[in-house]
């Protein structure tokens, strides 16, 4: 498939000619962008499979067939859980670097 998933920057190399350009990755990943209809699917590696449910105004619905260990969140959901494991290991590594 053509498509990566690492996004690249191209800058110019300086003091070569023209022509020529350094690759350098960023930080970011790309975003693949697929189009998908009522009942169409994607696969991601050999054991997750999203599908369109159903499509309503702004709203899609997916389906995600995923193996019970590969935990799926919502974005805001998944940014909440993060953010609230920050904050718990936060006291704890003030209180170490207090020994």
Same mark, same amino acid.
């Given at each position: 498939m ?14 070569? @000619? *023209? ?13 693949l ?6 009942n %169409? ?6 054991d ?5 449910? %159903?499509?309503r ?7 995600? %067939? ?20 920050? !904050?718990? !290991?936060? *006291?704890?590594?003030d209180?170490? @670097?207090?020994?």
């Amino acid at each position: 498939m053509g498509v990566g998933w690492v996004h690249w920057r191209y800058a110019h190399c300086v003091g070569k @000619s *023209p022509g020529l350009f350094l690759r350098r990755p960023t930080l970011k990943a790309a975003m693949l962008v697929l189009t998908r209809k009522k009942n %169409e699917s994607i696969v991601i590696r050999d054991d997750i499979v999203v599908t369109v449910v %159903e499509i309503r105004a702004d709203k899609v619905r997916l389906g995600i %067939e995923a193996p019970k260990e590969v935990t799926v969140h919502r974005r805001e959901i998944y940014d909440r859980i993060k953010e609230s494991s920050r !904050d718990k !290991d936060s *006291p704890r590594q003030d209180a170490a @670097s207090e020994k």
